[in-house]
DNA sequence: CGTGCGATCGTG
DNA sequence: ACGATCGCACGA
């Protein structure tokens, strides 16, 4: 499988996002290999973005990293609970990033299994399975992605995405982002971006 | 220093 | 529909 590389991520949000469905996303942990194949994804274009966290050029010791290169993780904690794993994307300064939303489980299921539901996979109901990637926080939950991932290099060993090169046949849809109210006439934007009919679409 | 709230999720 | 739960961003 191909890790992409650098030059793949420094481009624009919404073209890396739409190129990122049907990629698959790696988290080395321990002994444990943990991987999906991403299904849903959303675009945060930087500080012209009213629904980015680095909108305005807002620069703070978390959003730090959007303003960074393209190619590393922004790792960010959610409601007291949750963590959720972008992708930075464009040159520097721009505060681009892609949210991965949610994947289909590929490898390591048995640890996603443990790391959501302290059972192993042989356990999973059928929903389970579902349920075990169909959210950004599900995702980071079951492929054990936290702060300790923040700024990680996405060409490295611990954390990164790759291409198996089989032949993409999916319809992409597009759609409105979601949980942004906050942010005006960005909410409109059509920057989520979805494998067509894929099970493990976020509700 | 105080406070309001969030790119979510599970349960009721 | 609602509560959990806490770090962050911002204003005083």
Known sequence: MDKLPKNFYQRNAVVVAKELLGKNLVHRVGAATISGKI??????VGAVDKAAHSYNSRRTPRTEVMFG???????????????????VTGPE???QAV?????????????MAKNRFGKSQGELTKKQ???????????????GITKEN????????????????????????????????????????????YIKENPYISK
């Not at 290169?69 to 992708?87: E, L, Q, R, S, T």
């Not at 949210?99 to 640890?111: F, H, M, N, S, T």
């Open 99 to 111: 949210l991965i939303r949610a994947l289909e489980p590929a490898g390591g299921v048995d640890q």
């Open 129 to 143: 399975r579902i349920l075990l990637t169909n959210g950004p926080g599900k995702l980071c939950s079951a492929l």
């Open 150 to 193: 923040y700024g990680e290099d996405l060409t490295g060993d611990r954390l990164y995405i790759g291409d198996d090169n089989e032949p993409k046949k999916f319809q992409v849809v597009s759609s409105k982002r979601i949980n942004i109210g906050y942010a005006q006439e960005a909410q409109d934007y059509l920057w989520r971006f």
């Open 69 to 87: 290169p393209g190619g590393y993780a922004y790792i960010y904690f959610i409601y007291g609970m949750y963590y959720c794993m972008n992708v």
């Open 39 to 44: 299904v849903e994804v959303e675009a945060y």
């Open 93 to 95: 300064n721009d505060g």
